[in-house]
């Protein structure tokens, strides 16, 4: 019998709480995980990157460092997913970073669902960040301009994360979110630009969403109307 949660996409929040500032929403990773074993996300207060990969949790701190940590950490927003990818695809060679984007974009067939993309081998170049634990209600592209950035070179690791419509900005980041976790689980980051020399990719496709709409008061209370598009494109890049 098929696993009913197969190429479901589970949100604990939407992306746009976090746009506007609402770092705090205190959702344990105990029920994170129980909605998948591979996505990204982050902490509250905005404290590091998170990748899920393998059922683990890693948090990628300001200074790039990585660590895996306990499910009584608390959560603001996350993206998960029971990976279970139904292609695999090889990349030989170096590749440039847009070369590597659209070659990742080709083997998707629709723009109009979800992905799960777990990309894995051996990088010429990775850069990356990860934002600095924060107070509530400092917007996110503010809070992007400050961030730490850093570079590896001659790496190996994953890439964990996600495609998402265009039309579901309000939930997720649109097209390609991908967070970077190095092959010995030390460093890693919200990924930037990478040059891949030699990679497999995994696809899933999801066609369920599930969406958890977070209680808090901040949540409750705030006037989602503005248009976040312009800040949210700002603080990925």
Request: some cysteine; proline content about 5%.
């Amino acid at each position: 019998m098929q696993d009913s949660r197969t190429n479901r996409i589970y949100f604990c929040a939407p992306v746009n709480a976090l746009v506007e500032g609402i770092y705090q929403q205190r959702i344990p990773f105990s029920e994170i995980r129980q909605h998948g074993d591979f996505g990204l996300g982050t902490f509250d207060h905005l404290d590091g990157e998170m990748v899920m990969l393998d059922g683990n949790v890693y948090q990628i701190t300001s200074d790039g460092a990585a660590a895996k940590v306990s499910e009584d950490l608390l959560t603001p927003f996350s993206c998960v997913t029971f990976y279970r990818p139904a292609s695999h695809d090889r990349l030989e060679g170096e590749r440039s970073y847009q070369v590597f984007l659209d070659w990742l974009n080709s083997l998707l067939p629709s723009a109009n669902i979800f992905y799960a993309i777990r990309v894995e081998g051996s990088f010429s170049r990775v850069r990356v960040r990860s934002v600095p634990r924060q107070e509530s209600y400092r917007p996110l592209a503010e809070v992007a301009k400050d961030q730490p950035v850093f570079e590896y070179l001659d790496t190996e690791g994953t890439l964990v994360g996600f495609y998402t419509p265009s039309f579901m900005g309000s939930l997720s980041v649109p097209g390609l979110h991908l967070h970077f976790l190095s092959a010995d689980r030390t460093t890693g980051g919200h990924l930037l630009e990478c040059c891949p020399n030699g990679v497999t990719v995994g696809i899933q496709f999801l066609t369920t969403l599930e969406l958890g709409l977070p209680m808090s008061f901040d949540y409750l209370t705030c006037d989602f109307q503005r248009d976040i598009e312009k800040d949210l494109e700002s603080a990925e890049k």
